[in-house]
């Protein structure tokens, strides 16, 4: 054990990190007691609709509101005409070379670039009275060339979304180590394939909803969001807004979930702010669903051209991949257009040692809703297309997928290892997690079932993946390529009050981790005191003095790192002042689950009598020592780098011949997340992400026609899975601290979804082998299986 993974851990103590608490969100939320965005009621509030373009490009000649202005009820209708007069657009930037950043409006000015975009606010009395107005908004359209698919719209003769760029590559850029092309070019064996991953939507339980409250006495700005980023939010609107941060708060209470859909800036959020200070009164807005598959980020949208080099030994020579992604009509604040694209090419070689390496990546924007950051973030891209190359080589060569599996990963003698794309594995259990699945799911067992359910005709097969990614990354990496914001430290505050509970304040932002659980089992073991003791204070920029929120898999690490060494100082803290009360050598104070001792004496007394004698009692303590023990503590943490978890799961599946109805019957994962906080969520978000996975595989598919149309904006249309579509699963864990880390910890939020699509696509195409079948686009829904199978088979004659 490194004493930097185990960060000094005290052994002596009660554990409370390690066990399954129940959470302690559950009982509001469960029993209707959550308070969401839309749950907030302020005295006054208007209410915002939206005239949303319904054309996917087309320039705005003129509007007109005069008549929706004249109906009662209505307090205001605006156009960027006055929105572009109380704010500034925002825009994405990037210290890479070859990016240009696009602007972020409250409203479309000039232009609308997607069918959905906001083009006009009504601001009524209520929501209803503002719906009606819209249908009196005269909007005059100039309709133009609708760019759907990315590779035209890379093309230099296709018309431009931004006039004043160049053209519609936003992000341009090559990188690489060896010589890729040459060792391809005179390898044994390559294999090839053209891979497509059709864009998804975040699809969270609650919709997006902001609701601002100016303060016209003091002049300060309260925004209450449903984001996962509540500091982000509040640092951009400071500029956008023009005002101090000490005038600007953000709120971000029960969140029904995020998966990235809520991590970046929007349009609505600049909108109901300026709108709120304008008016001086609350604005409110809540998006319908429709709204929020038209409008909220979409992820997942990249045409990926890969090959990969194998020698006669299975031994991966080379690896080759030209990245296109659609990252629609404009770069996404902060996350960058480069995120997905530049995060594909960057994972793409993944926990293997593949020593030549060769990415060409961009990024070209269309008349679609933008891209923006979703669970896993290209990483479950680029699995989903190196595991398919590893199967497809390994049945050109005839070699089984784990064993071609366990002749490439990086061991254990090999950490630190630096992939092709620069990234560095510090170090995790690669091969690990393939054995412990192999072993857990009864692979030969398996195969044996494959080869009886092939003699009945049946079409069964077994799948794996395998996959590595940063988590909890530090100061020395951008959470997206070329980004300037620092999303690598965390701080926290902890104060112990004059009846003796702890509070605990961080800048992170749950939208349903559990993250209220589990950092509290990380303050309340580190500092001594009981998990009823203490309250997590947290999505409120006022909670600390800086913060971004919580995404990419970090905030077990980070957060959970301040708040480590925020109890650890506040526990010197009580322990000496304990010292002096009970009259003993701090060497000789025991503290633990609230209560004060000496050893070997009867002297004890609870955390609530020292906070009282520290706080009020007059004399308990002399002046130079009340100096130093007040009980409250902040620390900031940085783990600069970050750390690497990985994972294996297996997906044995199987397709009917008739229906080409997709049935998992066998979902196994073995995860390295180092030291587990609490088991019970831990495998929840698991059990969720794999479910976003198979939905990402079989189901979810944002489909636009031939005009830039979002002909998938209902939940009829667009499918989720249900948990009839959700196998049971097991998950299995690493029993193994993180080298790097505070606590030993790994980040461990993403992960299903990185790894389920790759393992369903490796069984669909074990299952459907005998046809030559190869998968190479997601999601692969009954429809799409049909007509690939068919297309196979005319190929054969058949």
Request: proline share 5%.
């Amino acid at each position: 054990m490194s004493e930097a993974g185990a960060g000094n851990i005290d052994l002596t103590r009660p554990k409370i990190i390690g066990t399954s608490v129940k959470r302690v969100e559950d009982p509001r939320l469960l029993t209707g007691h959550g308070r969401f965005t839309d749950d907030v009621k302020l005295r006054g509030t208007l209410h915002v609709a939206f005239v949303r373009s319904d054309h996917a490009h087309a320039r705005i000649d003129a509007i007109d509101t005069s008549a929706a202005a004249e109906m009662p009820g209505v307090v205001g209708v605006y156009s960027a005409a006055e929105l572009d007069q109380m704010t500034s657009p925002v825009f994405a930037t990037s210290k890479m070379k070859d990016y240009h950043a696009t602007p972020v409006r409250a409203l479309a000015s000039g232009k609308a670039r997607f069918a959905g975009e906001p083009v006009v606010a009504v601001v009524a009395e209520s929501r209803y009275l503002a719906e009606d107005a819209l249908a009196l908004v005269d909007i005059d359209y100039a309709p133009l060339e609708a760019l759907v698919d990315p590779e035209l719209a890379c093309d230099e003769n296709a018309v431009k979304l931004y006039d004043d760029l160049p053209g519609n590559v936003l992000v341009s850029r090559s990188f690489g180590m060896g010589e890729a092309e040459a060792v391809l070019a005179a390898a044994p064996q390559t294999v090839s394939g053209r891979f497509r991953f059709h864009r998804k939507s975040p699809t969270a339980l609650e919709p997006r909803a902001y609701l601002a409250d100016y303060d016209q006495g003091s002049r300060a700005l309260t925004l209450y969001a449903s984001t996962q980023v509540p500091g982000i939010i509040r640092d951009c609107l400071v500029d956008v807004l023009d005002m101090p941060g000490s005038k600007l708060r953000v709120i971000a209470g029960d969140v029904g979930g995020g998966f990235g859909g809520k991590a970046s800036l929007n349009p609505e959020e600049i909108l109901v702010c300026a709108l709120a200070r304008h008016l001086g009164r609350p604005v409110k807005w809540t998006a319908d669903r429709m709204e929020d598959l038209l409008s909220t980020s979409q992820s997942f949208d990249e045409i990926v051209d890969a090959e990969l080099a194998v020698g006669e030994d299975g031994r991966f020579l080379a690896l080759k991949a030209d990245i296109l992604g659609d990252v629609g009509a404009f770069s996404i604040y902060p996350w960058t257009a480069a995120l997905e694209p530049m995060q594909v090419a960057g994972f793409l070689p993944g926990p293997y040692k593949i020593e030549n390496f060769q990415a060409n990546v961009r990024a070209v924007a269309t008349n679609k809703a933008p891209m923006g950051p979703y669970r896993g973030v290209g990483r479950p891209i680029s699995a989903f297309v190196l595991e398919r190359l590893i199967d497809m080589a390994a049945k050109k060569i005839g070699m089984d997928p784990a064993e071609i599996r366990r002749r490439n990963f990086v061991r254990e003698d090999e950490f630190p290892h630096k992939i092709g794309s620069g990234i560095v594995w510090d170090r995790s259990g690669f091969l690990d997690c393939l054995e412990q699945v192999i072993e857990r799911a009864d692979y030969d067992g398996l195969r044996r079932h494959r080869e009886s359910a092939r003699a009945e005709g049946r079409w069964f097969g077994i799948g794996l993946a395998s996959y590595a990614e940063l988590t909890g990354i530090g100061s020395r990496l951008s959470a997206a390529p070329g980004m300037p914001i620092n999303t690598g430290t965390e701080s926290a505050t902890i104060q112990v009050d004059s009846s003796g509970a702890v509070t605990a304040h961080f800048g992170i932002a749950s939208h349903g981790q559990g993250l209220e659980t589990t950092l509290a089992q990380i303050v309340a073991e580190e500092m001594g005191v009981r998990l009823e003791d203490v309250e997590v204070v947290q999505g409120d920029t006022a909670a600390v003095a800086h913060s971004t929120g919580t995404y990419a898999s970090r905030s077990a690490v980070i957060a959970g790192g301040a708040g480590t060494l925020t109890a650890r100082t506040l526990r010197s803290k009580v322990i000496e002042a304990a010292s002096h009360l009970l009259e003993a050598d701090v060497k000789d104070i025991d503290f633990a689950e609230s209560l004060i001792s000496v050893r070997g004496t009867n002297k004890t007394m609870s955390l609530r009598e020292l906070a009282r004698a520290v706080y009020s009692q007059m004399g308990s303590l002399p002046a130079e020592v009340r100096a130093k023990v007040d009980l409250q503590a902040s620390e900031f943490y940085d783990p600069h780098f970050g750390t690497t978890t990985c994972a294996t799961h297996l997906a044995a599946v199987e397709v009917d011949p008739e229906t080409y109805k997709v049935t998992i019957h066998t979902f196994v994962v073995s995860e390295d997340c180092g030291r587990v906080i609490n088991p019970l969520i831990v495998d929840g978000q698991v059990h969720g992400g794999v479910a976003q996975g198979i939905g990402a595989a079989l189901f979810e598919e944002v489909v636009y026609d031939e005009t830039g149309q979002n002909i998938s904006a209902s939940l009829v249309d667009y499918v989720v899975p249900s948990a009839a579509e959700v196998p049971p699963m097991t998950v299995h864990h690493l029993d193994a601290l993180a080298p790097s880390t505070l606590g030993g910890y790994r980040g461990m939020g993403e992960g299903g979804t990185i790894g389920a699509p790759a393992a369903i696509a490796n069984a669909l195409s074990d299952a459907l082998g005998h046809l030559d079948v190869e998968i190479s686009e997601l999601p692969m829904t009954p429809e799409r299986l049909f007509r690939v199978v068919e297309a196979a088979q005319a190929q054969k004659g058949e």
